[in-house]
């Protein structure tokens, strides 16, 4: 089954309410970079590098971390790897 | 040239034209003659300040606060229950062991996020420091971070996280490119100590101190010797442990033939003193003291809740496990040399008695050694409601004490229901509370593997 864009995003999404419980994570802006939307540190995007690898088989190479900024780059990077699988 | 130094309210100036004075063959007996040397001027004469303690907070299996631990001691209640550990079954399934688990609310000072990223000890570390400050009424916002020393006591750190990784990375076929990046910071010995700076903004110095299960006593000993020596102004001291995370503990415990059972009660189980003893219950808790040096207390109107007059820590130098009386009545003859009064002036004696066959016998001895002709100083044991909380043993045990200088009554220890008679001492207070006239000094004894001992000795204050 192909992943949409949005599909991806939620799970992005979802992973940043399991690593950062306390962020409101309702509202966040496809285009504006996470951190600046929520406290998170570089310690979280290696956890959301974890739960990718975990939960879904994704790897992201260290270069590629910068890809993560926000929703819409990770859905835009995301995305090809999730229907590549 | 000169450096200057920070010393509490003064500048000091230090002359480096002096270095001579490390030169080895020197001796200074005392740090006078040693600042002296140096040209340092004569200012506070620390090293003999009072220390005194003027807050506390704690959890332990049967209570989250002093009142309603020492509530739950006076009524003789424990909280020991059975808990799932993982490969303690049979062939290696999930099995049951008995421990003392605390029920603190966790979120109540940290965050969800720093409660996933953190530890056990440091939860635990957190809460007890940050109700410590709480209670010892200081202005702690707008006190100088800089100043405040963190000095936690532990009996192992890092077994529970590693432990957990290896459990992780099994599920992905032992690649550790599945072991978290969080493994360091959870697993460096500072942990619980660094949390509490963390989440507190605290910027002196902070550490922990590996001190077997004695390391609740050697962290407020290391307090002490901070105030008195000038570093820090104000101290959190104690100790934590979050051994009941770790199946290996259990498991260790179990290969010595140390881990306690009974029958049908979890209560029961530790039983310091009763002939039936069969070994340790593995608890989790801790307890943090503020300490100040008695001036600084005074000047701000603290609520002085005790002083520490003595205190000793030594080392068997025998064996990795099995204690030596010796060294320990040593140990204790020591701390009522330092606190400059008689054994016969120690009210109450806090064992340490983990109930295990031999462990216990071994201590009641060296109480017999030096309290023996002492008619007015009677014997408690805490763990045999708590169980053994390892790091947070010696804090903890001493803080079910301390409202005895107030309430003048001494808890039992519980469950003795045939009394060993190697472990029989006359003043040993057994099942039921015992109210004296006056409890004036407590002595509280920690001891721990690889032989280190330490007694702590608390005294009623008095201006």
Not at chain 2, 275 to 303: F, H, M, P, W
Request: proline share 5%; hydrophobic share 35%; net charge negative.
């Amino acid at each position: 089954m192909t992943m949409t864009e949005d599909q991806v995003q939620q799970i992005v999404i979802n992973i940043i309410n399991e690593i950062a419980p306390d962020e409101d994570t309702t509202g966040l802006k496809p285009e504006v970079n996470l951190r600046d939307q929520m406290d998170l540190d570089s310690m979280d995007f290696l956890d959301i590098v974890m739960e990718l690898r975990k939960q879904h088989g994704i790897e992201v190479p260290e270069e590629d971390y910068p890809e993560l900024a926000s929703l819409k780059s990770c859905s835009d990077y995301l995305t090809p790897k999730f229907n590549a699988e | 040239m000169s450096l200057a130094i920070h010393i509490p309210n003064k500048k000091v100036a230090i002359n480096q034209n002096t270095e001579s004075a490390f030169a080895p063959k020197q001796n200074f007996s005392t740090i006078d003659s040693f600042n002296a040397s140096r040209g340092i001027p004569f200012c506070t004469p620390m090293h003999q300040s009072r220390i005194v303690i003027t807050g506390v907070g704690l959890t332990s299996p049967n209570g989250n606060s002093l009142e309603e631990y020492r509530k739950n001691l006076l009524d003789g209640v424990a909280r020991i229950q059975m808990i799932d550990m993982r490969y303690m079954g049979p062939k290696g399934a999930t099995g049951q062991v008995p421990a003392g688990v605390c029920d603190f609310d966790p979120k109540k000072h940290q965050t969800r996020k720093e409660l996933r990223v953190g530890t056990r000890a440091g939860s635990i570390a957190i809460f007890a420091a940050r109700e410590a400050i709480a209670s010892s009424g200081l202005d702690f916002e707008n006190y100088d971070k800089c100043r405040i020393g963190v000095y936690v006591g532990t009996t192992e750190h890092g077994n529970v996280e590693t432990e957990n990784e290896v459990y992780n990375i099994s599920k992905f076929n032992y690649d550790t490119k599945f072991w978290t990046h969080h493994h360091n910071p959870r697993t460096v010995a500072n942990n619980p100590a660094g949390e509490i700076t963390i989440n507190t903004g605290i910027t002196g110095p902070h550490y922990t101190i590996g001190a077997a299960c004695a390391a609740g006593n050697a962290g407020l000993i290391q307090a002490l010797q901070m105030l008195r020596l000038g570093e820090v102004d104000f101290a959190l001291a104690g100790g934590v442990s979050e051994s009941i995370q770790s199946f290996g503990i259990f498991a260790g415990f179990k290969s010595q033939g140390a881990l306690g059972t009974h029958e049908s009660d979890p209560n029961k189980v530790s039983r310091p003193f009763d002939k039936t003893r069969n070994g340790i219950v593995v608890s989790e808790g801790g307890c943090i003291y503020t300490l100040e040096r008695l001036e600084d207390a005074q000047a701000r109107g603290a609520n002085i809740l005790a002083e520490i007059i003595g205190y000793c820590i030594n080392s068997d130098a025998s064996d990795y496990v099995l204690p030596n009386p010796e060294r320990q009545a040593e140990c204790m003859h020591q701390a009522v040399a330092v606190a400059g009064i008689e054994a016969g002036e120690v009210d109450i004696v806090n064992t340490h008695a983990t109930s295990t066959p031999m462990g216990d016998i071994q201590e009641m001895k060296a109480i017999a050694e030096v309290f023996g002709d002492c008619p007015t100083t009677y014997i408690n044991n805490t763990k045999s409601y708590i169980g053994h909380c390892m790091g947070a043993a010696g804090a903890l045990e001493l803080a079910g004490n301390l409202p005895s200088f107030q309430d003048n009554i001494i808890h039992p220890t519980i469950n003795v229901e045939d009394l060993d008679p190697e472990c029989a001492l006359a003043n040993l207070v057994i099942n039921e509370p015992r109210k004296v006239d006056a409890v004036k000094v407590i002595l509280n004894n920690s001891f721990g593997m690889l032989g280190i001992n330490s007694a702590l000795i608390l005294k009623k204050f008095e201006d």
